[in-house]
């Protein structure tokens, strides 16, 4: 079965970096498109960044610039590197694929940015 386990998530200050990283299996993962979404309380679940498997990469506006998402098929893994957190970029940060059957989650991961 398709797995996806997130982590690397935690407490940083403002202006401070954290690098996520999800690890996949039950996919051939060089052949699909990976993608990290955020979840803060009381919000939706919205994009942050996906990375086609041509290595494409698309960004949430209130991310660009900052985060960079990147993937090591050779280790089946995808990550998320943040820089210049805000305490905006609060939420638990999900990994995500999709295929014909449906899509795919991890357990998500928190990402607290705080003084």
């Known amino acids: 079965q398709v797995q996806l386990v997130e982590s690397g998530g935690g407490l940083v200050q403002p202006g401070g970096s954290l690098r996520l990283s999800c690890a996949a299996s039950?996919?051939?993962?060089?052949?699909?498109?990976m993608g990290w979404y955020r979840q803060a309380p009381g919000n939706q679940r919205e994009l942050v960044a996906r990375i086609t498997n041509g290595g494409n990469t698309n960004y949430a506006d209130s991310v660009n610039g900052r985060f960079t998402i990147s993937r090591d098929n050779a280790k089946n893994t995808v990550y998320l590197q943040m820089n210049s957190l805000k305490p905006e970029d609060t939420a638990v940060y999900y990994c995500?694929?999709?295929?014909?059957?449906?899509?795919?989650w991890g357990q998500g991961t928190q990402v607290t940015v705080s003084s």
């Open positions: 995500n694929t999709r295929d014909t059957r449906g899509d795919y």
């Open positions: 039950g996919i051939i993962f060089r052949l699909y498109v």
